[in-house]
């Protein structure tokens, strides 16, 4: 199992910061600066994201919890601030629950604390099928970049269908993507900094 994450300089107590589902460690980028003034920053992309190892099948809060006990182990190896949001925010929870001697503050923001249990989050349509579709176009052995944007929309308040996104807006965000890796083909929107 990796588990990609970035460090920041060793500058006090340690903080371990965990994006929400479908987010990644660059969302914390504004904030790191200021972070790593005071603290040693640690922040990661749990599996499934990023260059973290994706295990189509394996995702539960358990599952991802017992990786985030082992990287508190095995890489901070001090009671740590665990930071959540959303998803993340749970996982804070779980953390402080499962592992307190390796937790010594849980910040636990906008939690989907009742919305997170099966079977609600199934009956939540806009949330079960960005994760549905999700799993099935983004797998890495037939990443589907096209298909899964194909697939998104937004709810109507009302409206029992979602409103799908324009193809002609699914190909300009997929345009955007193909032109990056055109014009900076070795800059990569995620990188490895470092991995249990």
């Known amino acids: 199992m ?3 994450y970035v460090e920041g300089p060793d500058n006090g107590p340690p903080i371990l910061f965990i994006p929400g589902q479908t987010e990644f460690w660059q969302g914390y980028k504004l904030v790191i600066p200021s972070f790593t003034k005071h603290y ?3 922040v990661i992309n749990i599996r499934g994201h990023g260059k973290s190892t994706h295990t189509p099948g394996e995702y539960s809060y358990n599952i991802i919890g017992e990786d ?3 990287f508190l ?3 901070i190896k001090k009671p740590t601030i665990i930071s959540g949001l959303s998803s993340g925010a749970i996982l804070a929870i779980w953390l402080a629950a499962n592992a307190p001697d390796s937790v010594s503050t849980a910040i636990s923001e906008d939690p989907p604390l009742f919305s997170s249990m099966w079977s609600r ?6 949330m079960y099928r960005i994760f549905e579709t999700m ?3 983004l797998d ?3 990443r589907d970049l096209m298909g899964y944007f194909l697939a998104q929309g937004i709810p109507k308040p009302g409206y029992e269908k979602i409103f799908l996104i324009p193809p002609w807006i699914a190909k300009f965000i997929v345009g955007l993507f193909e032109l990056n890796k055109k014009f900076r083909p070795t800059k990569k929107y995620d990188c490895a900094i470092g991995s249990i």
């Open 68 to 70: 985030l006990k082992e």
């Open 140 to 142: 890495k052995s037939q």
């Open 2 to 4: 990796i588990l990609n």
């Open 135 to 137: 799993i099935v176009a």
């Open 40 to 42: 040693h920053v640690f």
């Open 121 to 126: 989050i199934s009956d939540e349509k806009y």
């Open 73 to 75: 182990e095995r890489v």
